[in-house]
T-cell receptor
Framework: AQTVTQSQPEMSVQEAETVTLSCTYD???????LFWYKQPPSRQMILVIR????KQQNATENRFSVNFQKAAKSFSLKISDSQLGDTAMYFC????????????WGAGTKLIIKP | DSGVTQTPKHLITATGQRVTLRCSPR?????VYWYQQSLDQGLQFLIQ???????AKGNILERFSAQQFPDLHSELNLSSLELGDSALYFC????????????FGPGTRLTVL
């Protein structure tokens, strides 16, 4: 069975700093997708970024980028120039190609941006 | 605003009772997913519907059931409620289901006393 591990329960950084959240996953599949979702205090789940496993190029969305290491089964999220509004729970999620599109979730990392 | 609506926002009930949570997907989305999030934990996939038919089941208890109606809205029924069922229940929708982005509703907070 696939598992997703986020080893950092909580992190805090100063505003404007860069922070990296780690995620590792376990699968024997070759084709899959990986996602980072953000859950602010409002509890709304918001997609931050996603990566197709067959793509070697790391995905980027403005200040958010990933470091996808397929062989190491690692999918870290880097937030540059962090802002107070980035304070949230961040969840890493995995979806395999033939899973009927179920998302398997990590336990989350609580990120606090300090002013 | 994701375009996915869920009602009610909050629900407080007693053990042994039955409740129904409702979800309206984004316009044009055919897939609906239900997730359970217990306090400070990740999400657990419960069930998925695609265009009215059940497509996938996750960790859904037998006391729970769901359906998707012809207008594509979905309902999650929780019966014989226990204290441990207290959680945030999310509905998400996607266009087809084939790796499309899942858009999440605001969730229903269920408290079982």
């Amino acid at each position: 069975a696939q598992t997703v591990t986020q080893s950092q329960p909580e992190m805090s950084v100063q505003e404007a700093e860069t922070v990296t959240l780690s995620c590792t996953y376990d699968t024997s599949e070759n084709n899959y997708y990986l996602f980072w979702y953000k859950q602010p205090p409002s509890r709304q789940m918001i997609l931050v970024i996603r990566q197709e496993a067959y793509k070697q190029q790391n995905a980027t969305e403005n200040r958010f980028s990933v470091n996808f290491q397929k062989a190491a089964k690692s999918f870290s999220l880097k937030i540059s120039d962090s802002q107070l509004g980035d304070t949230a729970m961040y969840f890493c999620a995995f979806m395999k190609q033939d899973s009927n599109y179920q998302l398997i979730w990590g336990a989350g990392t609580k990120l606090i941006i300090k002013p | 605003d994701s375009g996915v609506t869920q009602t009610p926002k909050h629900l407080i009930t007693a053990t042994g009772q039955r409740v129904t949570l409702r979800c309206s997907p984004r316009s044009g989305d055919l897939s609906v997913y239900w997730y359970q999030q217990s306090l400070d934990q990740g999400l657990q996939f419960l069930i998925q519907y695609y265009n009215g038919e059940e497509r996938a089941k996750g960790n859904i208890l037998e006391r729970f059931s769901a359906q998707q109606f012809p207008d594509l809205h979905s309902e999650l029924n929780l019966s014989s409620l226990e204290l441990g069922d207290s959680a945030l229940y999310f509905c998400a929708s996607s266009r087809q289901g084939a790796f499309d982005e899942q858009f999440f509703g605001p969730g229903t907070r269920l408290t079982v006393l």
